[in-house]
């Protein structure tokens, strides 16, 4: 199977490895079309988002404007914090020419003379990788003011790598750009789209870094090849990372419509001491985890994903187990969202920290019947209910974890508490405010 | 306590204004520039910061207090990061996290008394496929178990 994203060529990251392979030939053949061309080809080809949403690529290029009235922008995701998710990190470590050869092209297509990537703060060590390919590619005059002589085409762009501090919140594309603008990473209300007003108000378009890395190849070999890769309707291959009970743990890359049992059993080695599956959440912490005898014949792709009640997310496959206790798995998967919620929605803000007290309950053994259903009808009040994704992040796994594993939960769970009060003879009221029998 | 960035941190921000279209955006590359000369990011620093870009102090305390990897208060000289999200749990995040709690005599967001260690319990890092693991100020620390954890606490010096 050929890989795209992650060729098994040794030393690919470096500049003169990628150019004896043939790199920077896609941006030389894409200069030689116009923007119109590249968007349609892209389009053609089906690539979808690798973030989370899995919109089609060509698509949300073809929303930026045309004309020059305002400077345009691309950022790339590469902020990378979904719990489960690691692909985007083995991209800036062993392939970042492609990454940078794609944004190169995304910039042509989208008529952008400045792209931010932005990388999760704590990723130091593959910041540093990204900047030296960086520097390497700036010092042979593959991007900025000597990209006219190297590609004979007037286009200029310059590639800037940002860095984030720790906030789950920034993977979110309006959050983003406020952290680029160097404000909280508190996301966007929408409309306006990004396309539309984005970073500091001008036309932008967010792409993951495992998206603009797919896009070299499909300008060099052309769309008809990427599409006919996996499933028609989420063509390409996907970087899928397995976590958890396996024996093999890592990133595959293999074409989107794999069977998810294939992936655990064939390429990350099964389950540790041949344990059976209890739970598998396909697509990173917040997509809705499957139970283990759901698996049987789930393709991994978005369409085939949806249609079994998950989603495909950013490919983050957690596998768990029989022995595990997935009370506390949920607990510590609020844990998390309580943390990351930027504060700004009441649902997301108040709602994070309310399903982590219960679920803490639950944990310590004190939870009651009423208390699991509470946590669904907080969930169900987060989802939809905020200005981002967050919320339904937050929201989805107590909700599907519960509807799905609903023993799990029972088992431990307490007879409900009556609230009825004991003592029925005073109200609150006349106890604190007795009005005394009048006397004549 | 006195913050004035040094004459080599002065340099660096000038080369990273000049990054983006508007000063404001360079608030956290700065602030990363702050926290490497200082240690971490003091009420002075951000005041100091904030005069640097002709921002509003209150705006760089609302970045600084924000996102967590600037450090508020002073970290020890070896910052331990652990990692207890899903990915690591399920492959004993916890009994490293325990271990080096119960090995330090911290608990999360303390600091040793000769300022040596901190510890702080840290979500996902990107490490799942290689989980569990630790950080160590920038350096991560992967495919561990409870005792080659202790035994990279021990190597510190």
């Given at each position: ?69 305002k400077p345009k922008y691309l950022c790339v995701n590469g902020d990378e914090s979904e719990p489960g998710s690691f692909k985007d990190r083995q991209i800036l470590e062993k392939n970042p020419h492609q990454l940078i ?288 994704a967050l919320g339904d992040a937050a929201a989805w796994p107590v909700k599907f974890m519960i509807e799905r594993f609903r023993e799990e939960f029972d088992a431990i769970v307490k007879d409900d508490v009556s609230l ?21 | ?157």
């Amino acid at each position: 199977m050929e890989k795209i994203v992650l060729p098994d060529i040794e030393n690919f990251h470096q500049l003169d490895v990628y150019l004896q392979n043939g790199g920077y030939d896609a941006a030389k053949l894409a200069y030689s079309q116009t923007p119109d061309q590249i968007i349609d080809t892209v389009k053609k080809s089906g690539l979808r988002g690798r973030g989370g949403a899995a919109f089609s690529a060509g698509l949300k290029w073809s929303f930026m404007p045309k004309g020059n009235e305002k400077p345009k922008y691309l950022c790339v995701n590469g902020d990378e914090s979904e719990p489960g998710s690691f692909k985007d990190r083995q991209i800036l470590e062993k392939n970042p020419h492609q990454l940078i050869e794609g944004v190169l092209i995304a910039c042509y297509a989208i008529g952008a003379k400045a792209a931010y990537i932005y990388v999760r703060g704590e990723y130091h060590k593959w910041i540093n990788l990204l900047q030296k390919a960086l520097d390497d590619a700036y010092e042979k005059g593959f991007v900025g003011e000597r990209m006219k002589e190297t590609f004979s085409n007037d286009f200029i762009c310059d590639i800037y790598v940002h860095k984030g501090a720790g906030a789950y919140i920034c993977g979110e594309e309006s959050a983003l750009m406020n952290s680029i603008e160097g404000k909280r990473g508190y996301p966007r209300v929408k409309p306006p789209f990004p396309a539309q007003n984005g970073l500091w108000g001008n036309p932008t378009t967010i792409n993951n870094v495992e998206t603009i890395t797919n896009v070299p190849m499909i300008i060099k070999k052309g769309w008809e090849w990427f599409a006919a890769i996996g499933e028609p309707k989420h063509p390409g291959t996907i970087l899928f990372g397995v976590s958890g009970h396996v024996n093999n743990p890592g990133v595959f890359e293999l074409p989107s419509g794999t069977l998810l049992t294939d992936i655990i059993y064939k390429y990350a080695g099964g389950v540790i001491g041949d344990k059976k599956i209890k739970c598998v959440i396909p697509g990173g912490s917040s997509m809705p985890p499957l139970r283990g005898d759901q698996l049987e014949g789930v393709k991994m792709d978005a369409e085939s994903l949806k249609a079994v009640g998950s989603a495909i997310g950013t490919g983050g496959i957690m596998v768990m187990d029989e022995d595990t206790d997935l009370v506390k798995i949920l607990a510590r998967i609020a844990k998390f969202y309580y943390h990351e919620s930027c504060g700004q929605c009441t649902p997301c803000r108040e709602g994070t920290g309310w399903m982590l007290k219960i679920l803490n309950r639950l944990v310590r053994g004190e939870g009651t019947k009423k208390d699991v259903d509470l946590l669904v009808t907080i969930a169900k009040n987060i989802e939809g209910n905020t200005v981002c994704a967050l919320g339904d992040a937050a929201a989805w796994p107590v909700k599907f974890m519960i509807e799905r594993f609903r023993e799990e939960f029972d088992a431990i769970v307490k007879d409900d508490v009556s609230l009825e009060p004991k003592n029925k003879v005073h109200s609150m009221r006349v106890t604190a405010n007795p009005i005394a029998p009048v006397q004549i | 306590m006195e913050f004035k960035f040094s004459e080599e941190s002065l340099q660096k921000i000038e080369q990273i204004i000049k990054k983006y279209p508007v000063k404001r955006a360079a608030v956290m590359p700065v602030l990363y520039v702050a926290q490497a000369q200082n240690g971490w990011i003091s009420k002075e620093v951000m005041l100091e910061t904030a005069s640097v870009l002709d921002m509003n102090a209150e705006d760089v305390f609302g970045v600084a207090t924000f996102y967590t990897m600037y450090h508020k208060k002073e970290p020890g000289k070896f910052h331990i990061q652990v990692c207890t999200n899903v990915s690591c749990m399920l492959r004993g995040g916890y009994q490293i996290y325990d271990a080096v709690k119960a090995k330090l005599g911290l608990n999360n967001g303390e600091v040793s008394d000769d300022m040596k260690f901190s510890l702080e319990e840290v979500e996902c890092m990107g490490s799942c496929g290689t989980a569990p693991m630790i950080a160590v100020n920038e350096d991560y620390f992967e495919n561990l178990d409870k005792e080659k954890a202790l035994q990279i606490l021990d190597s510190l010096n």
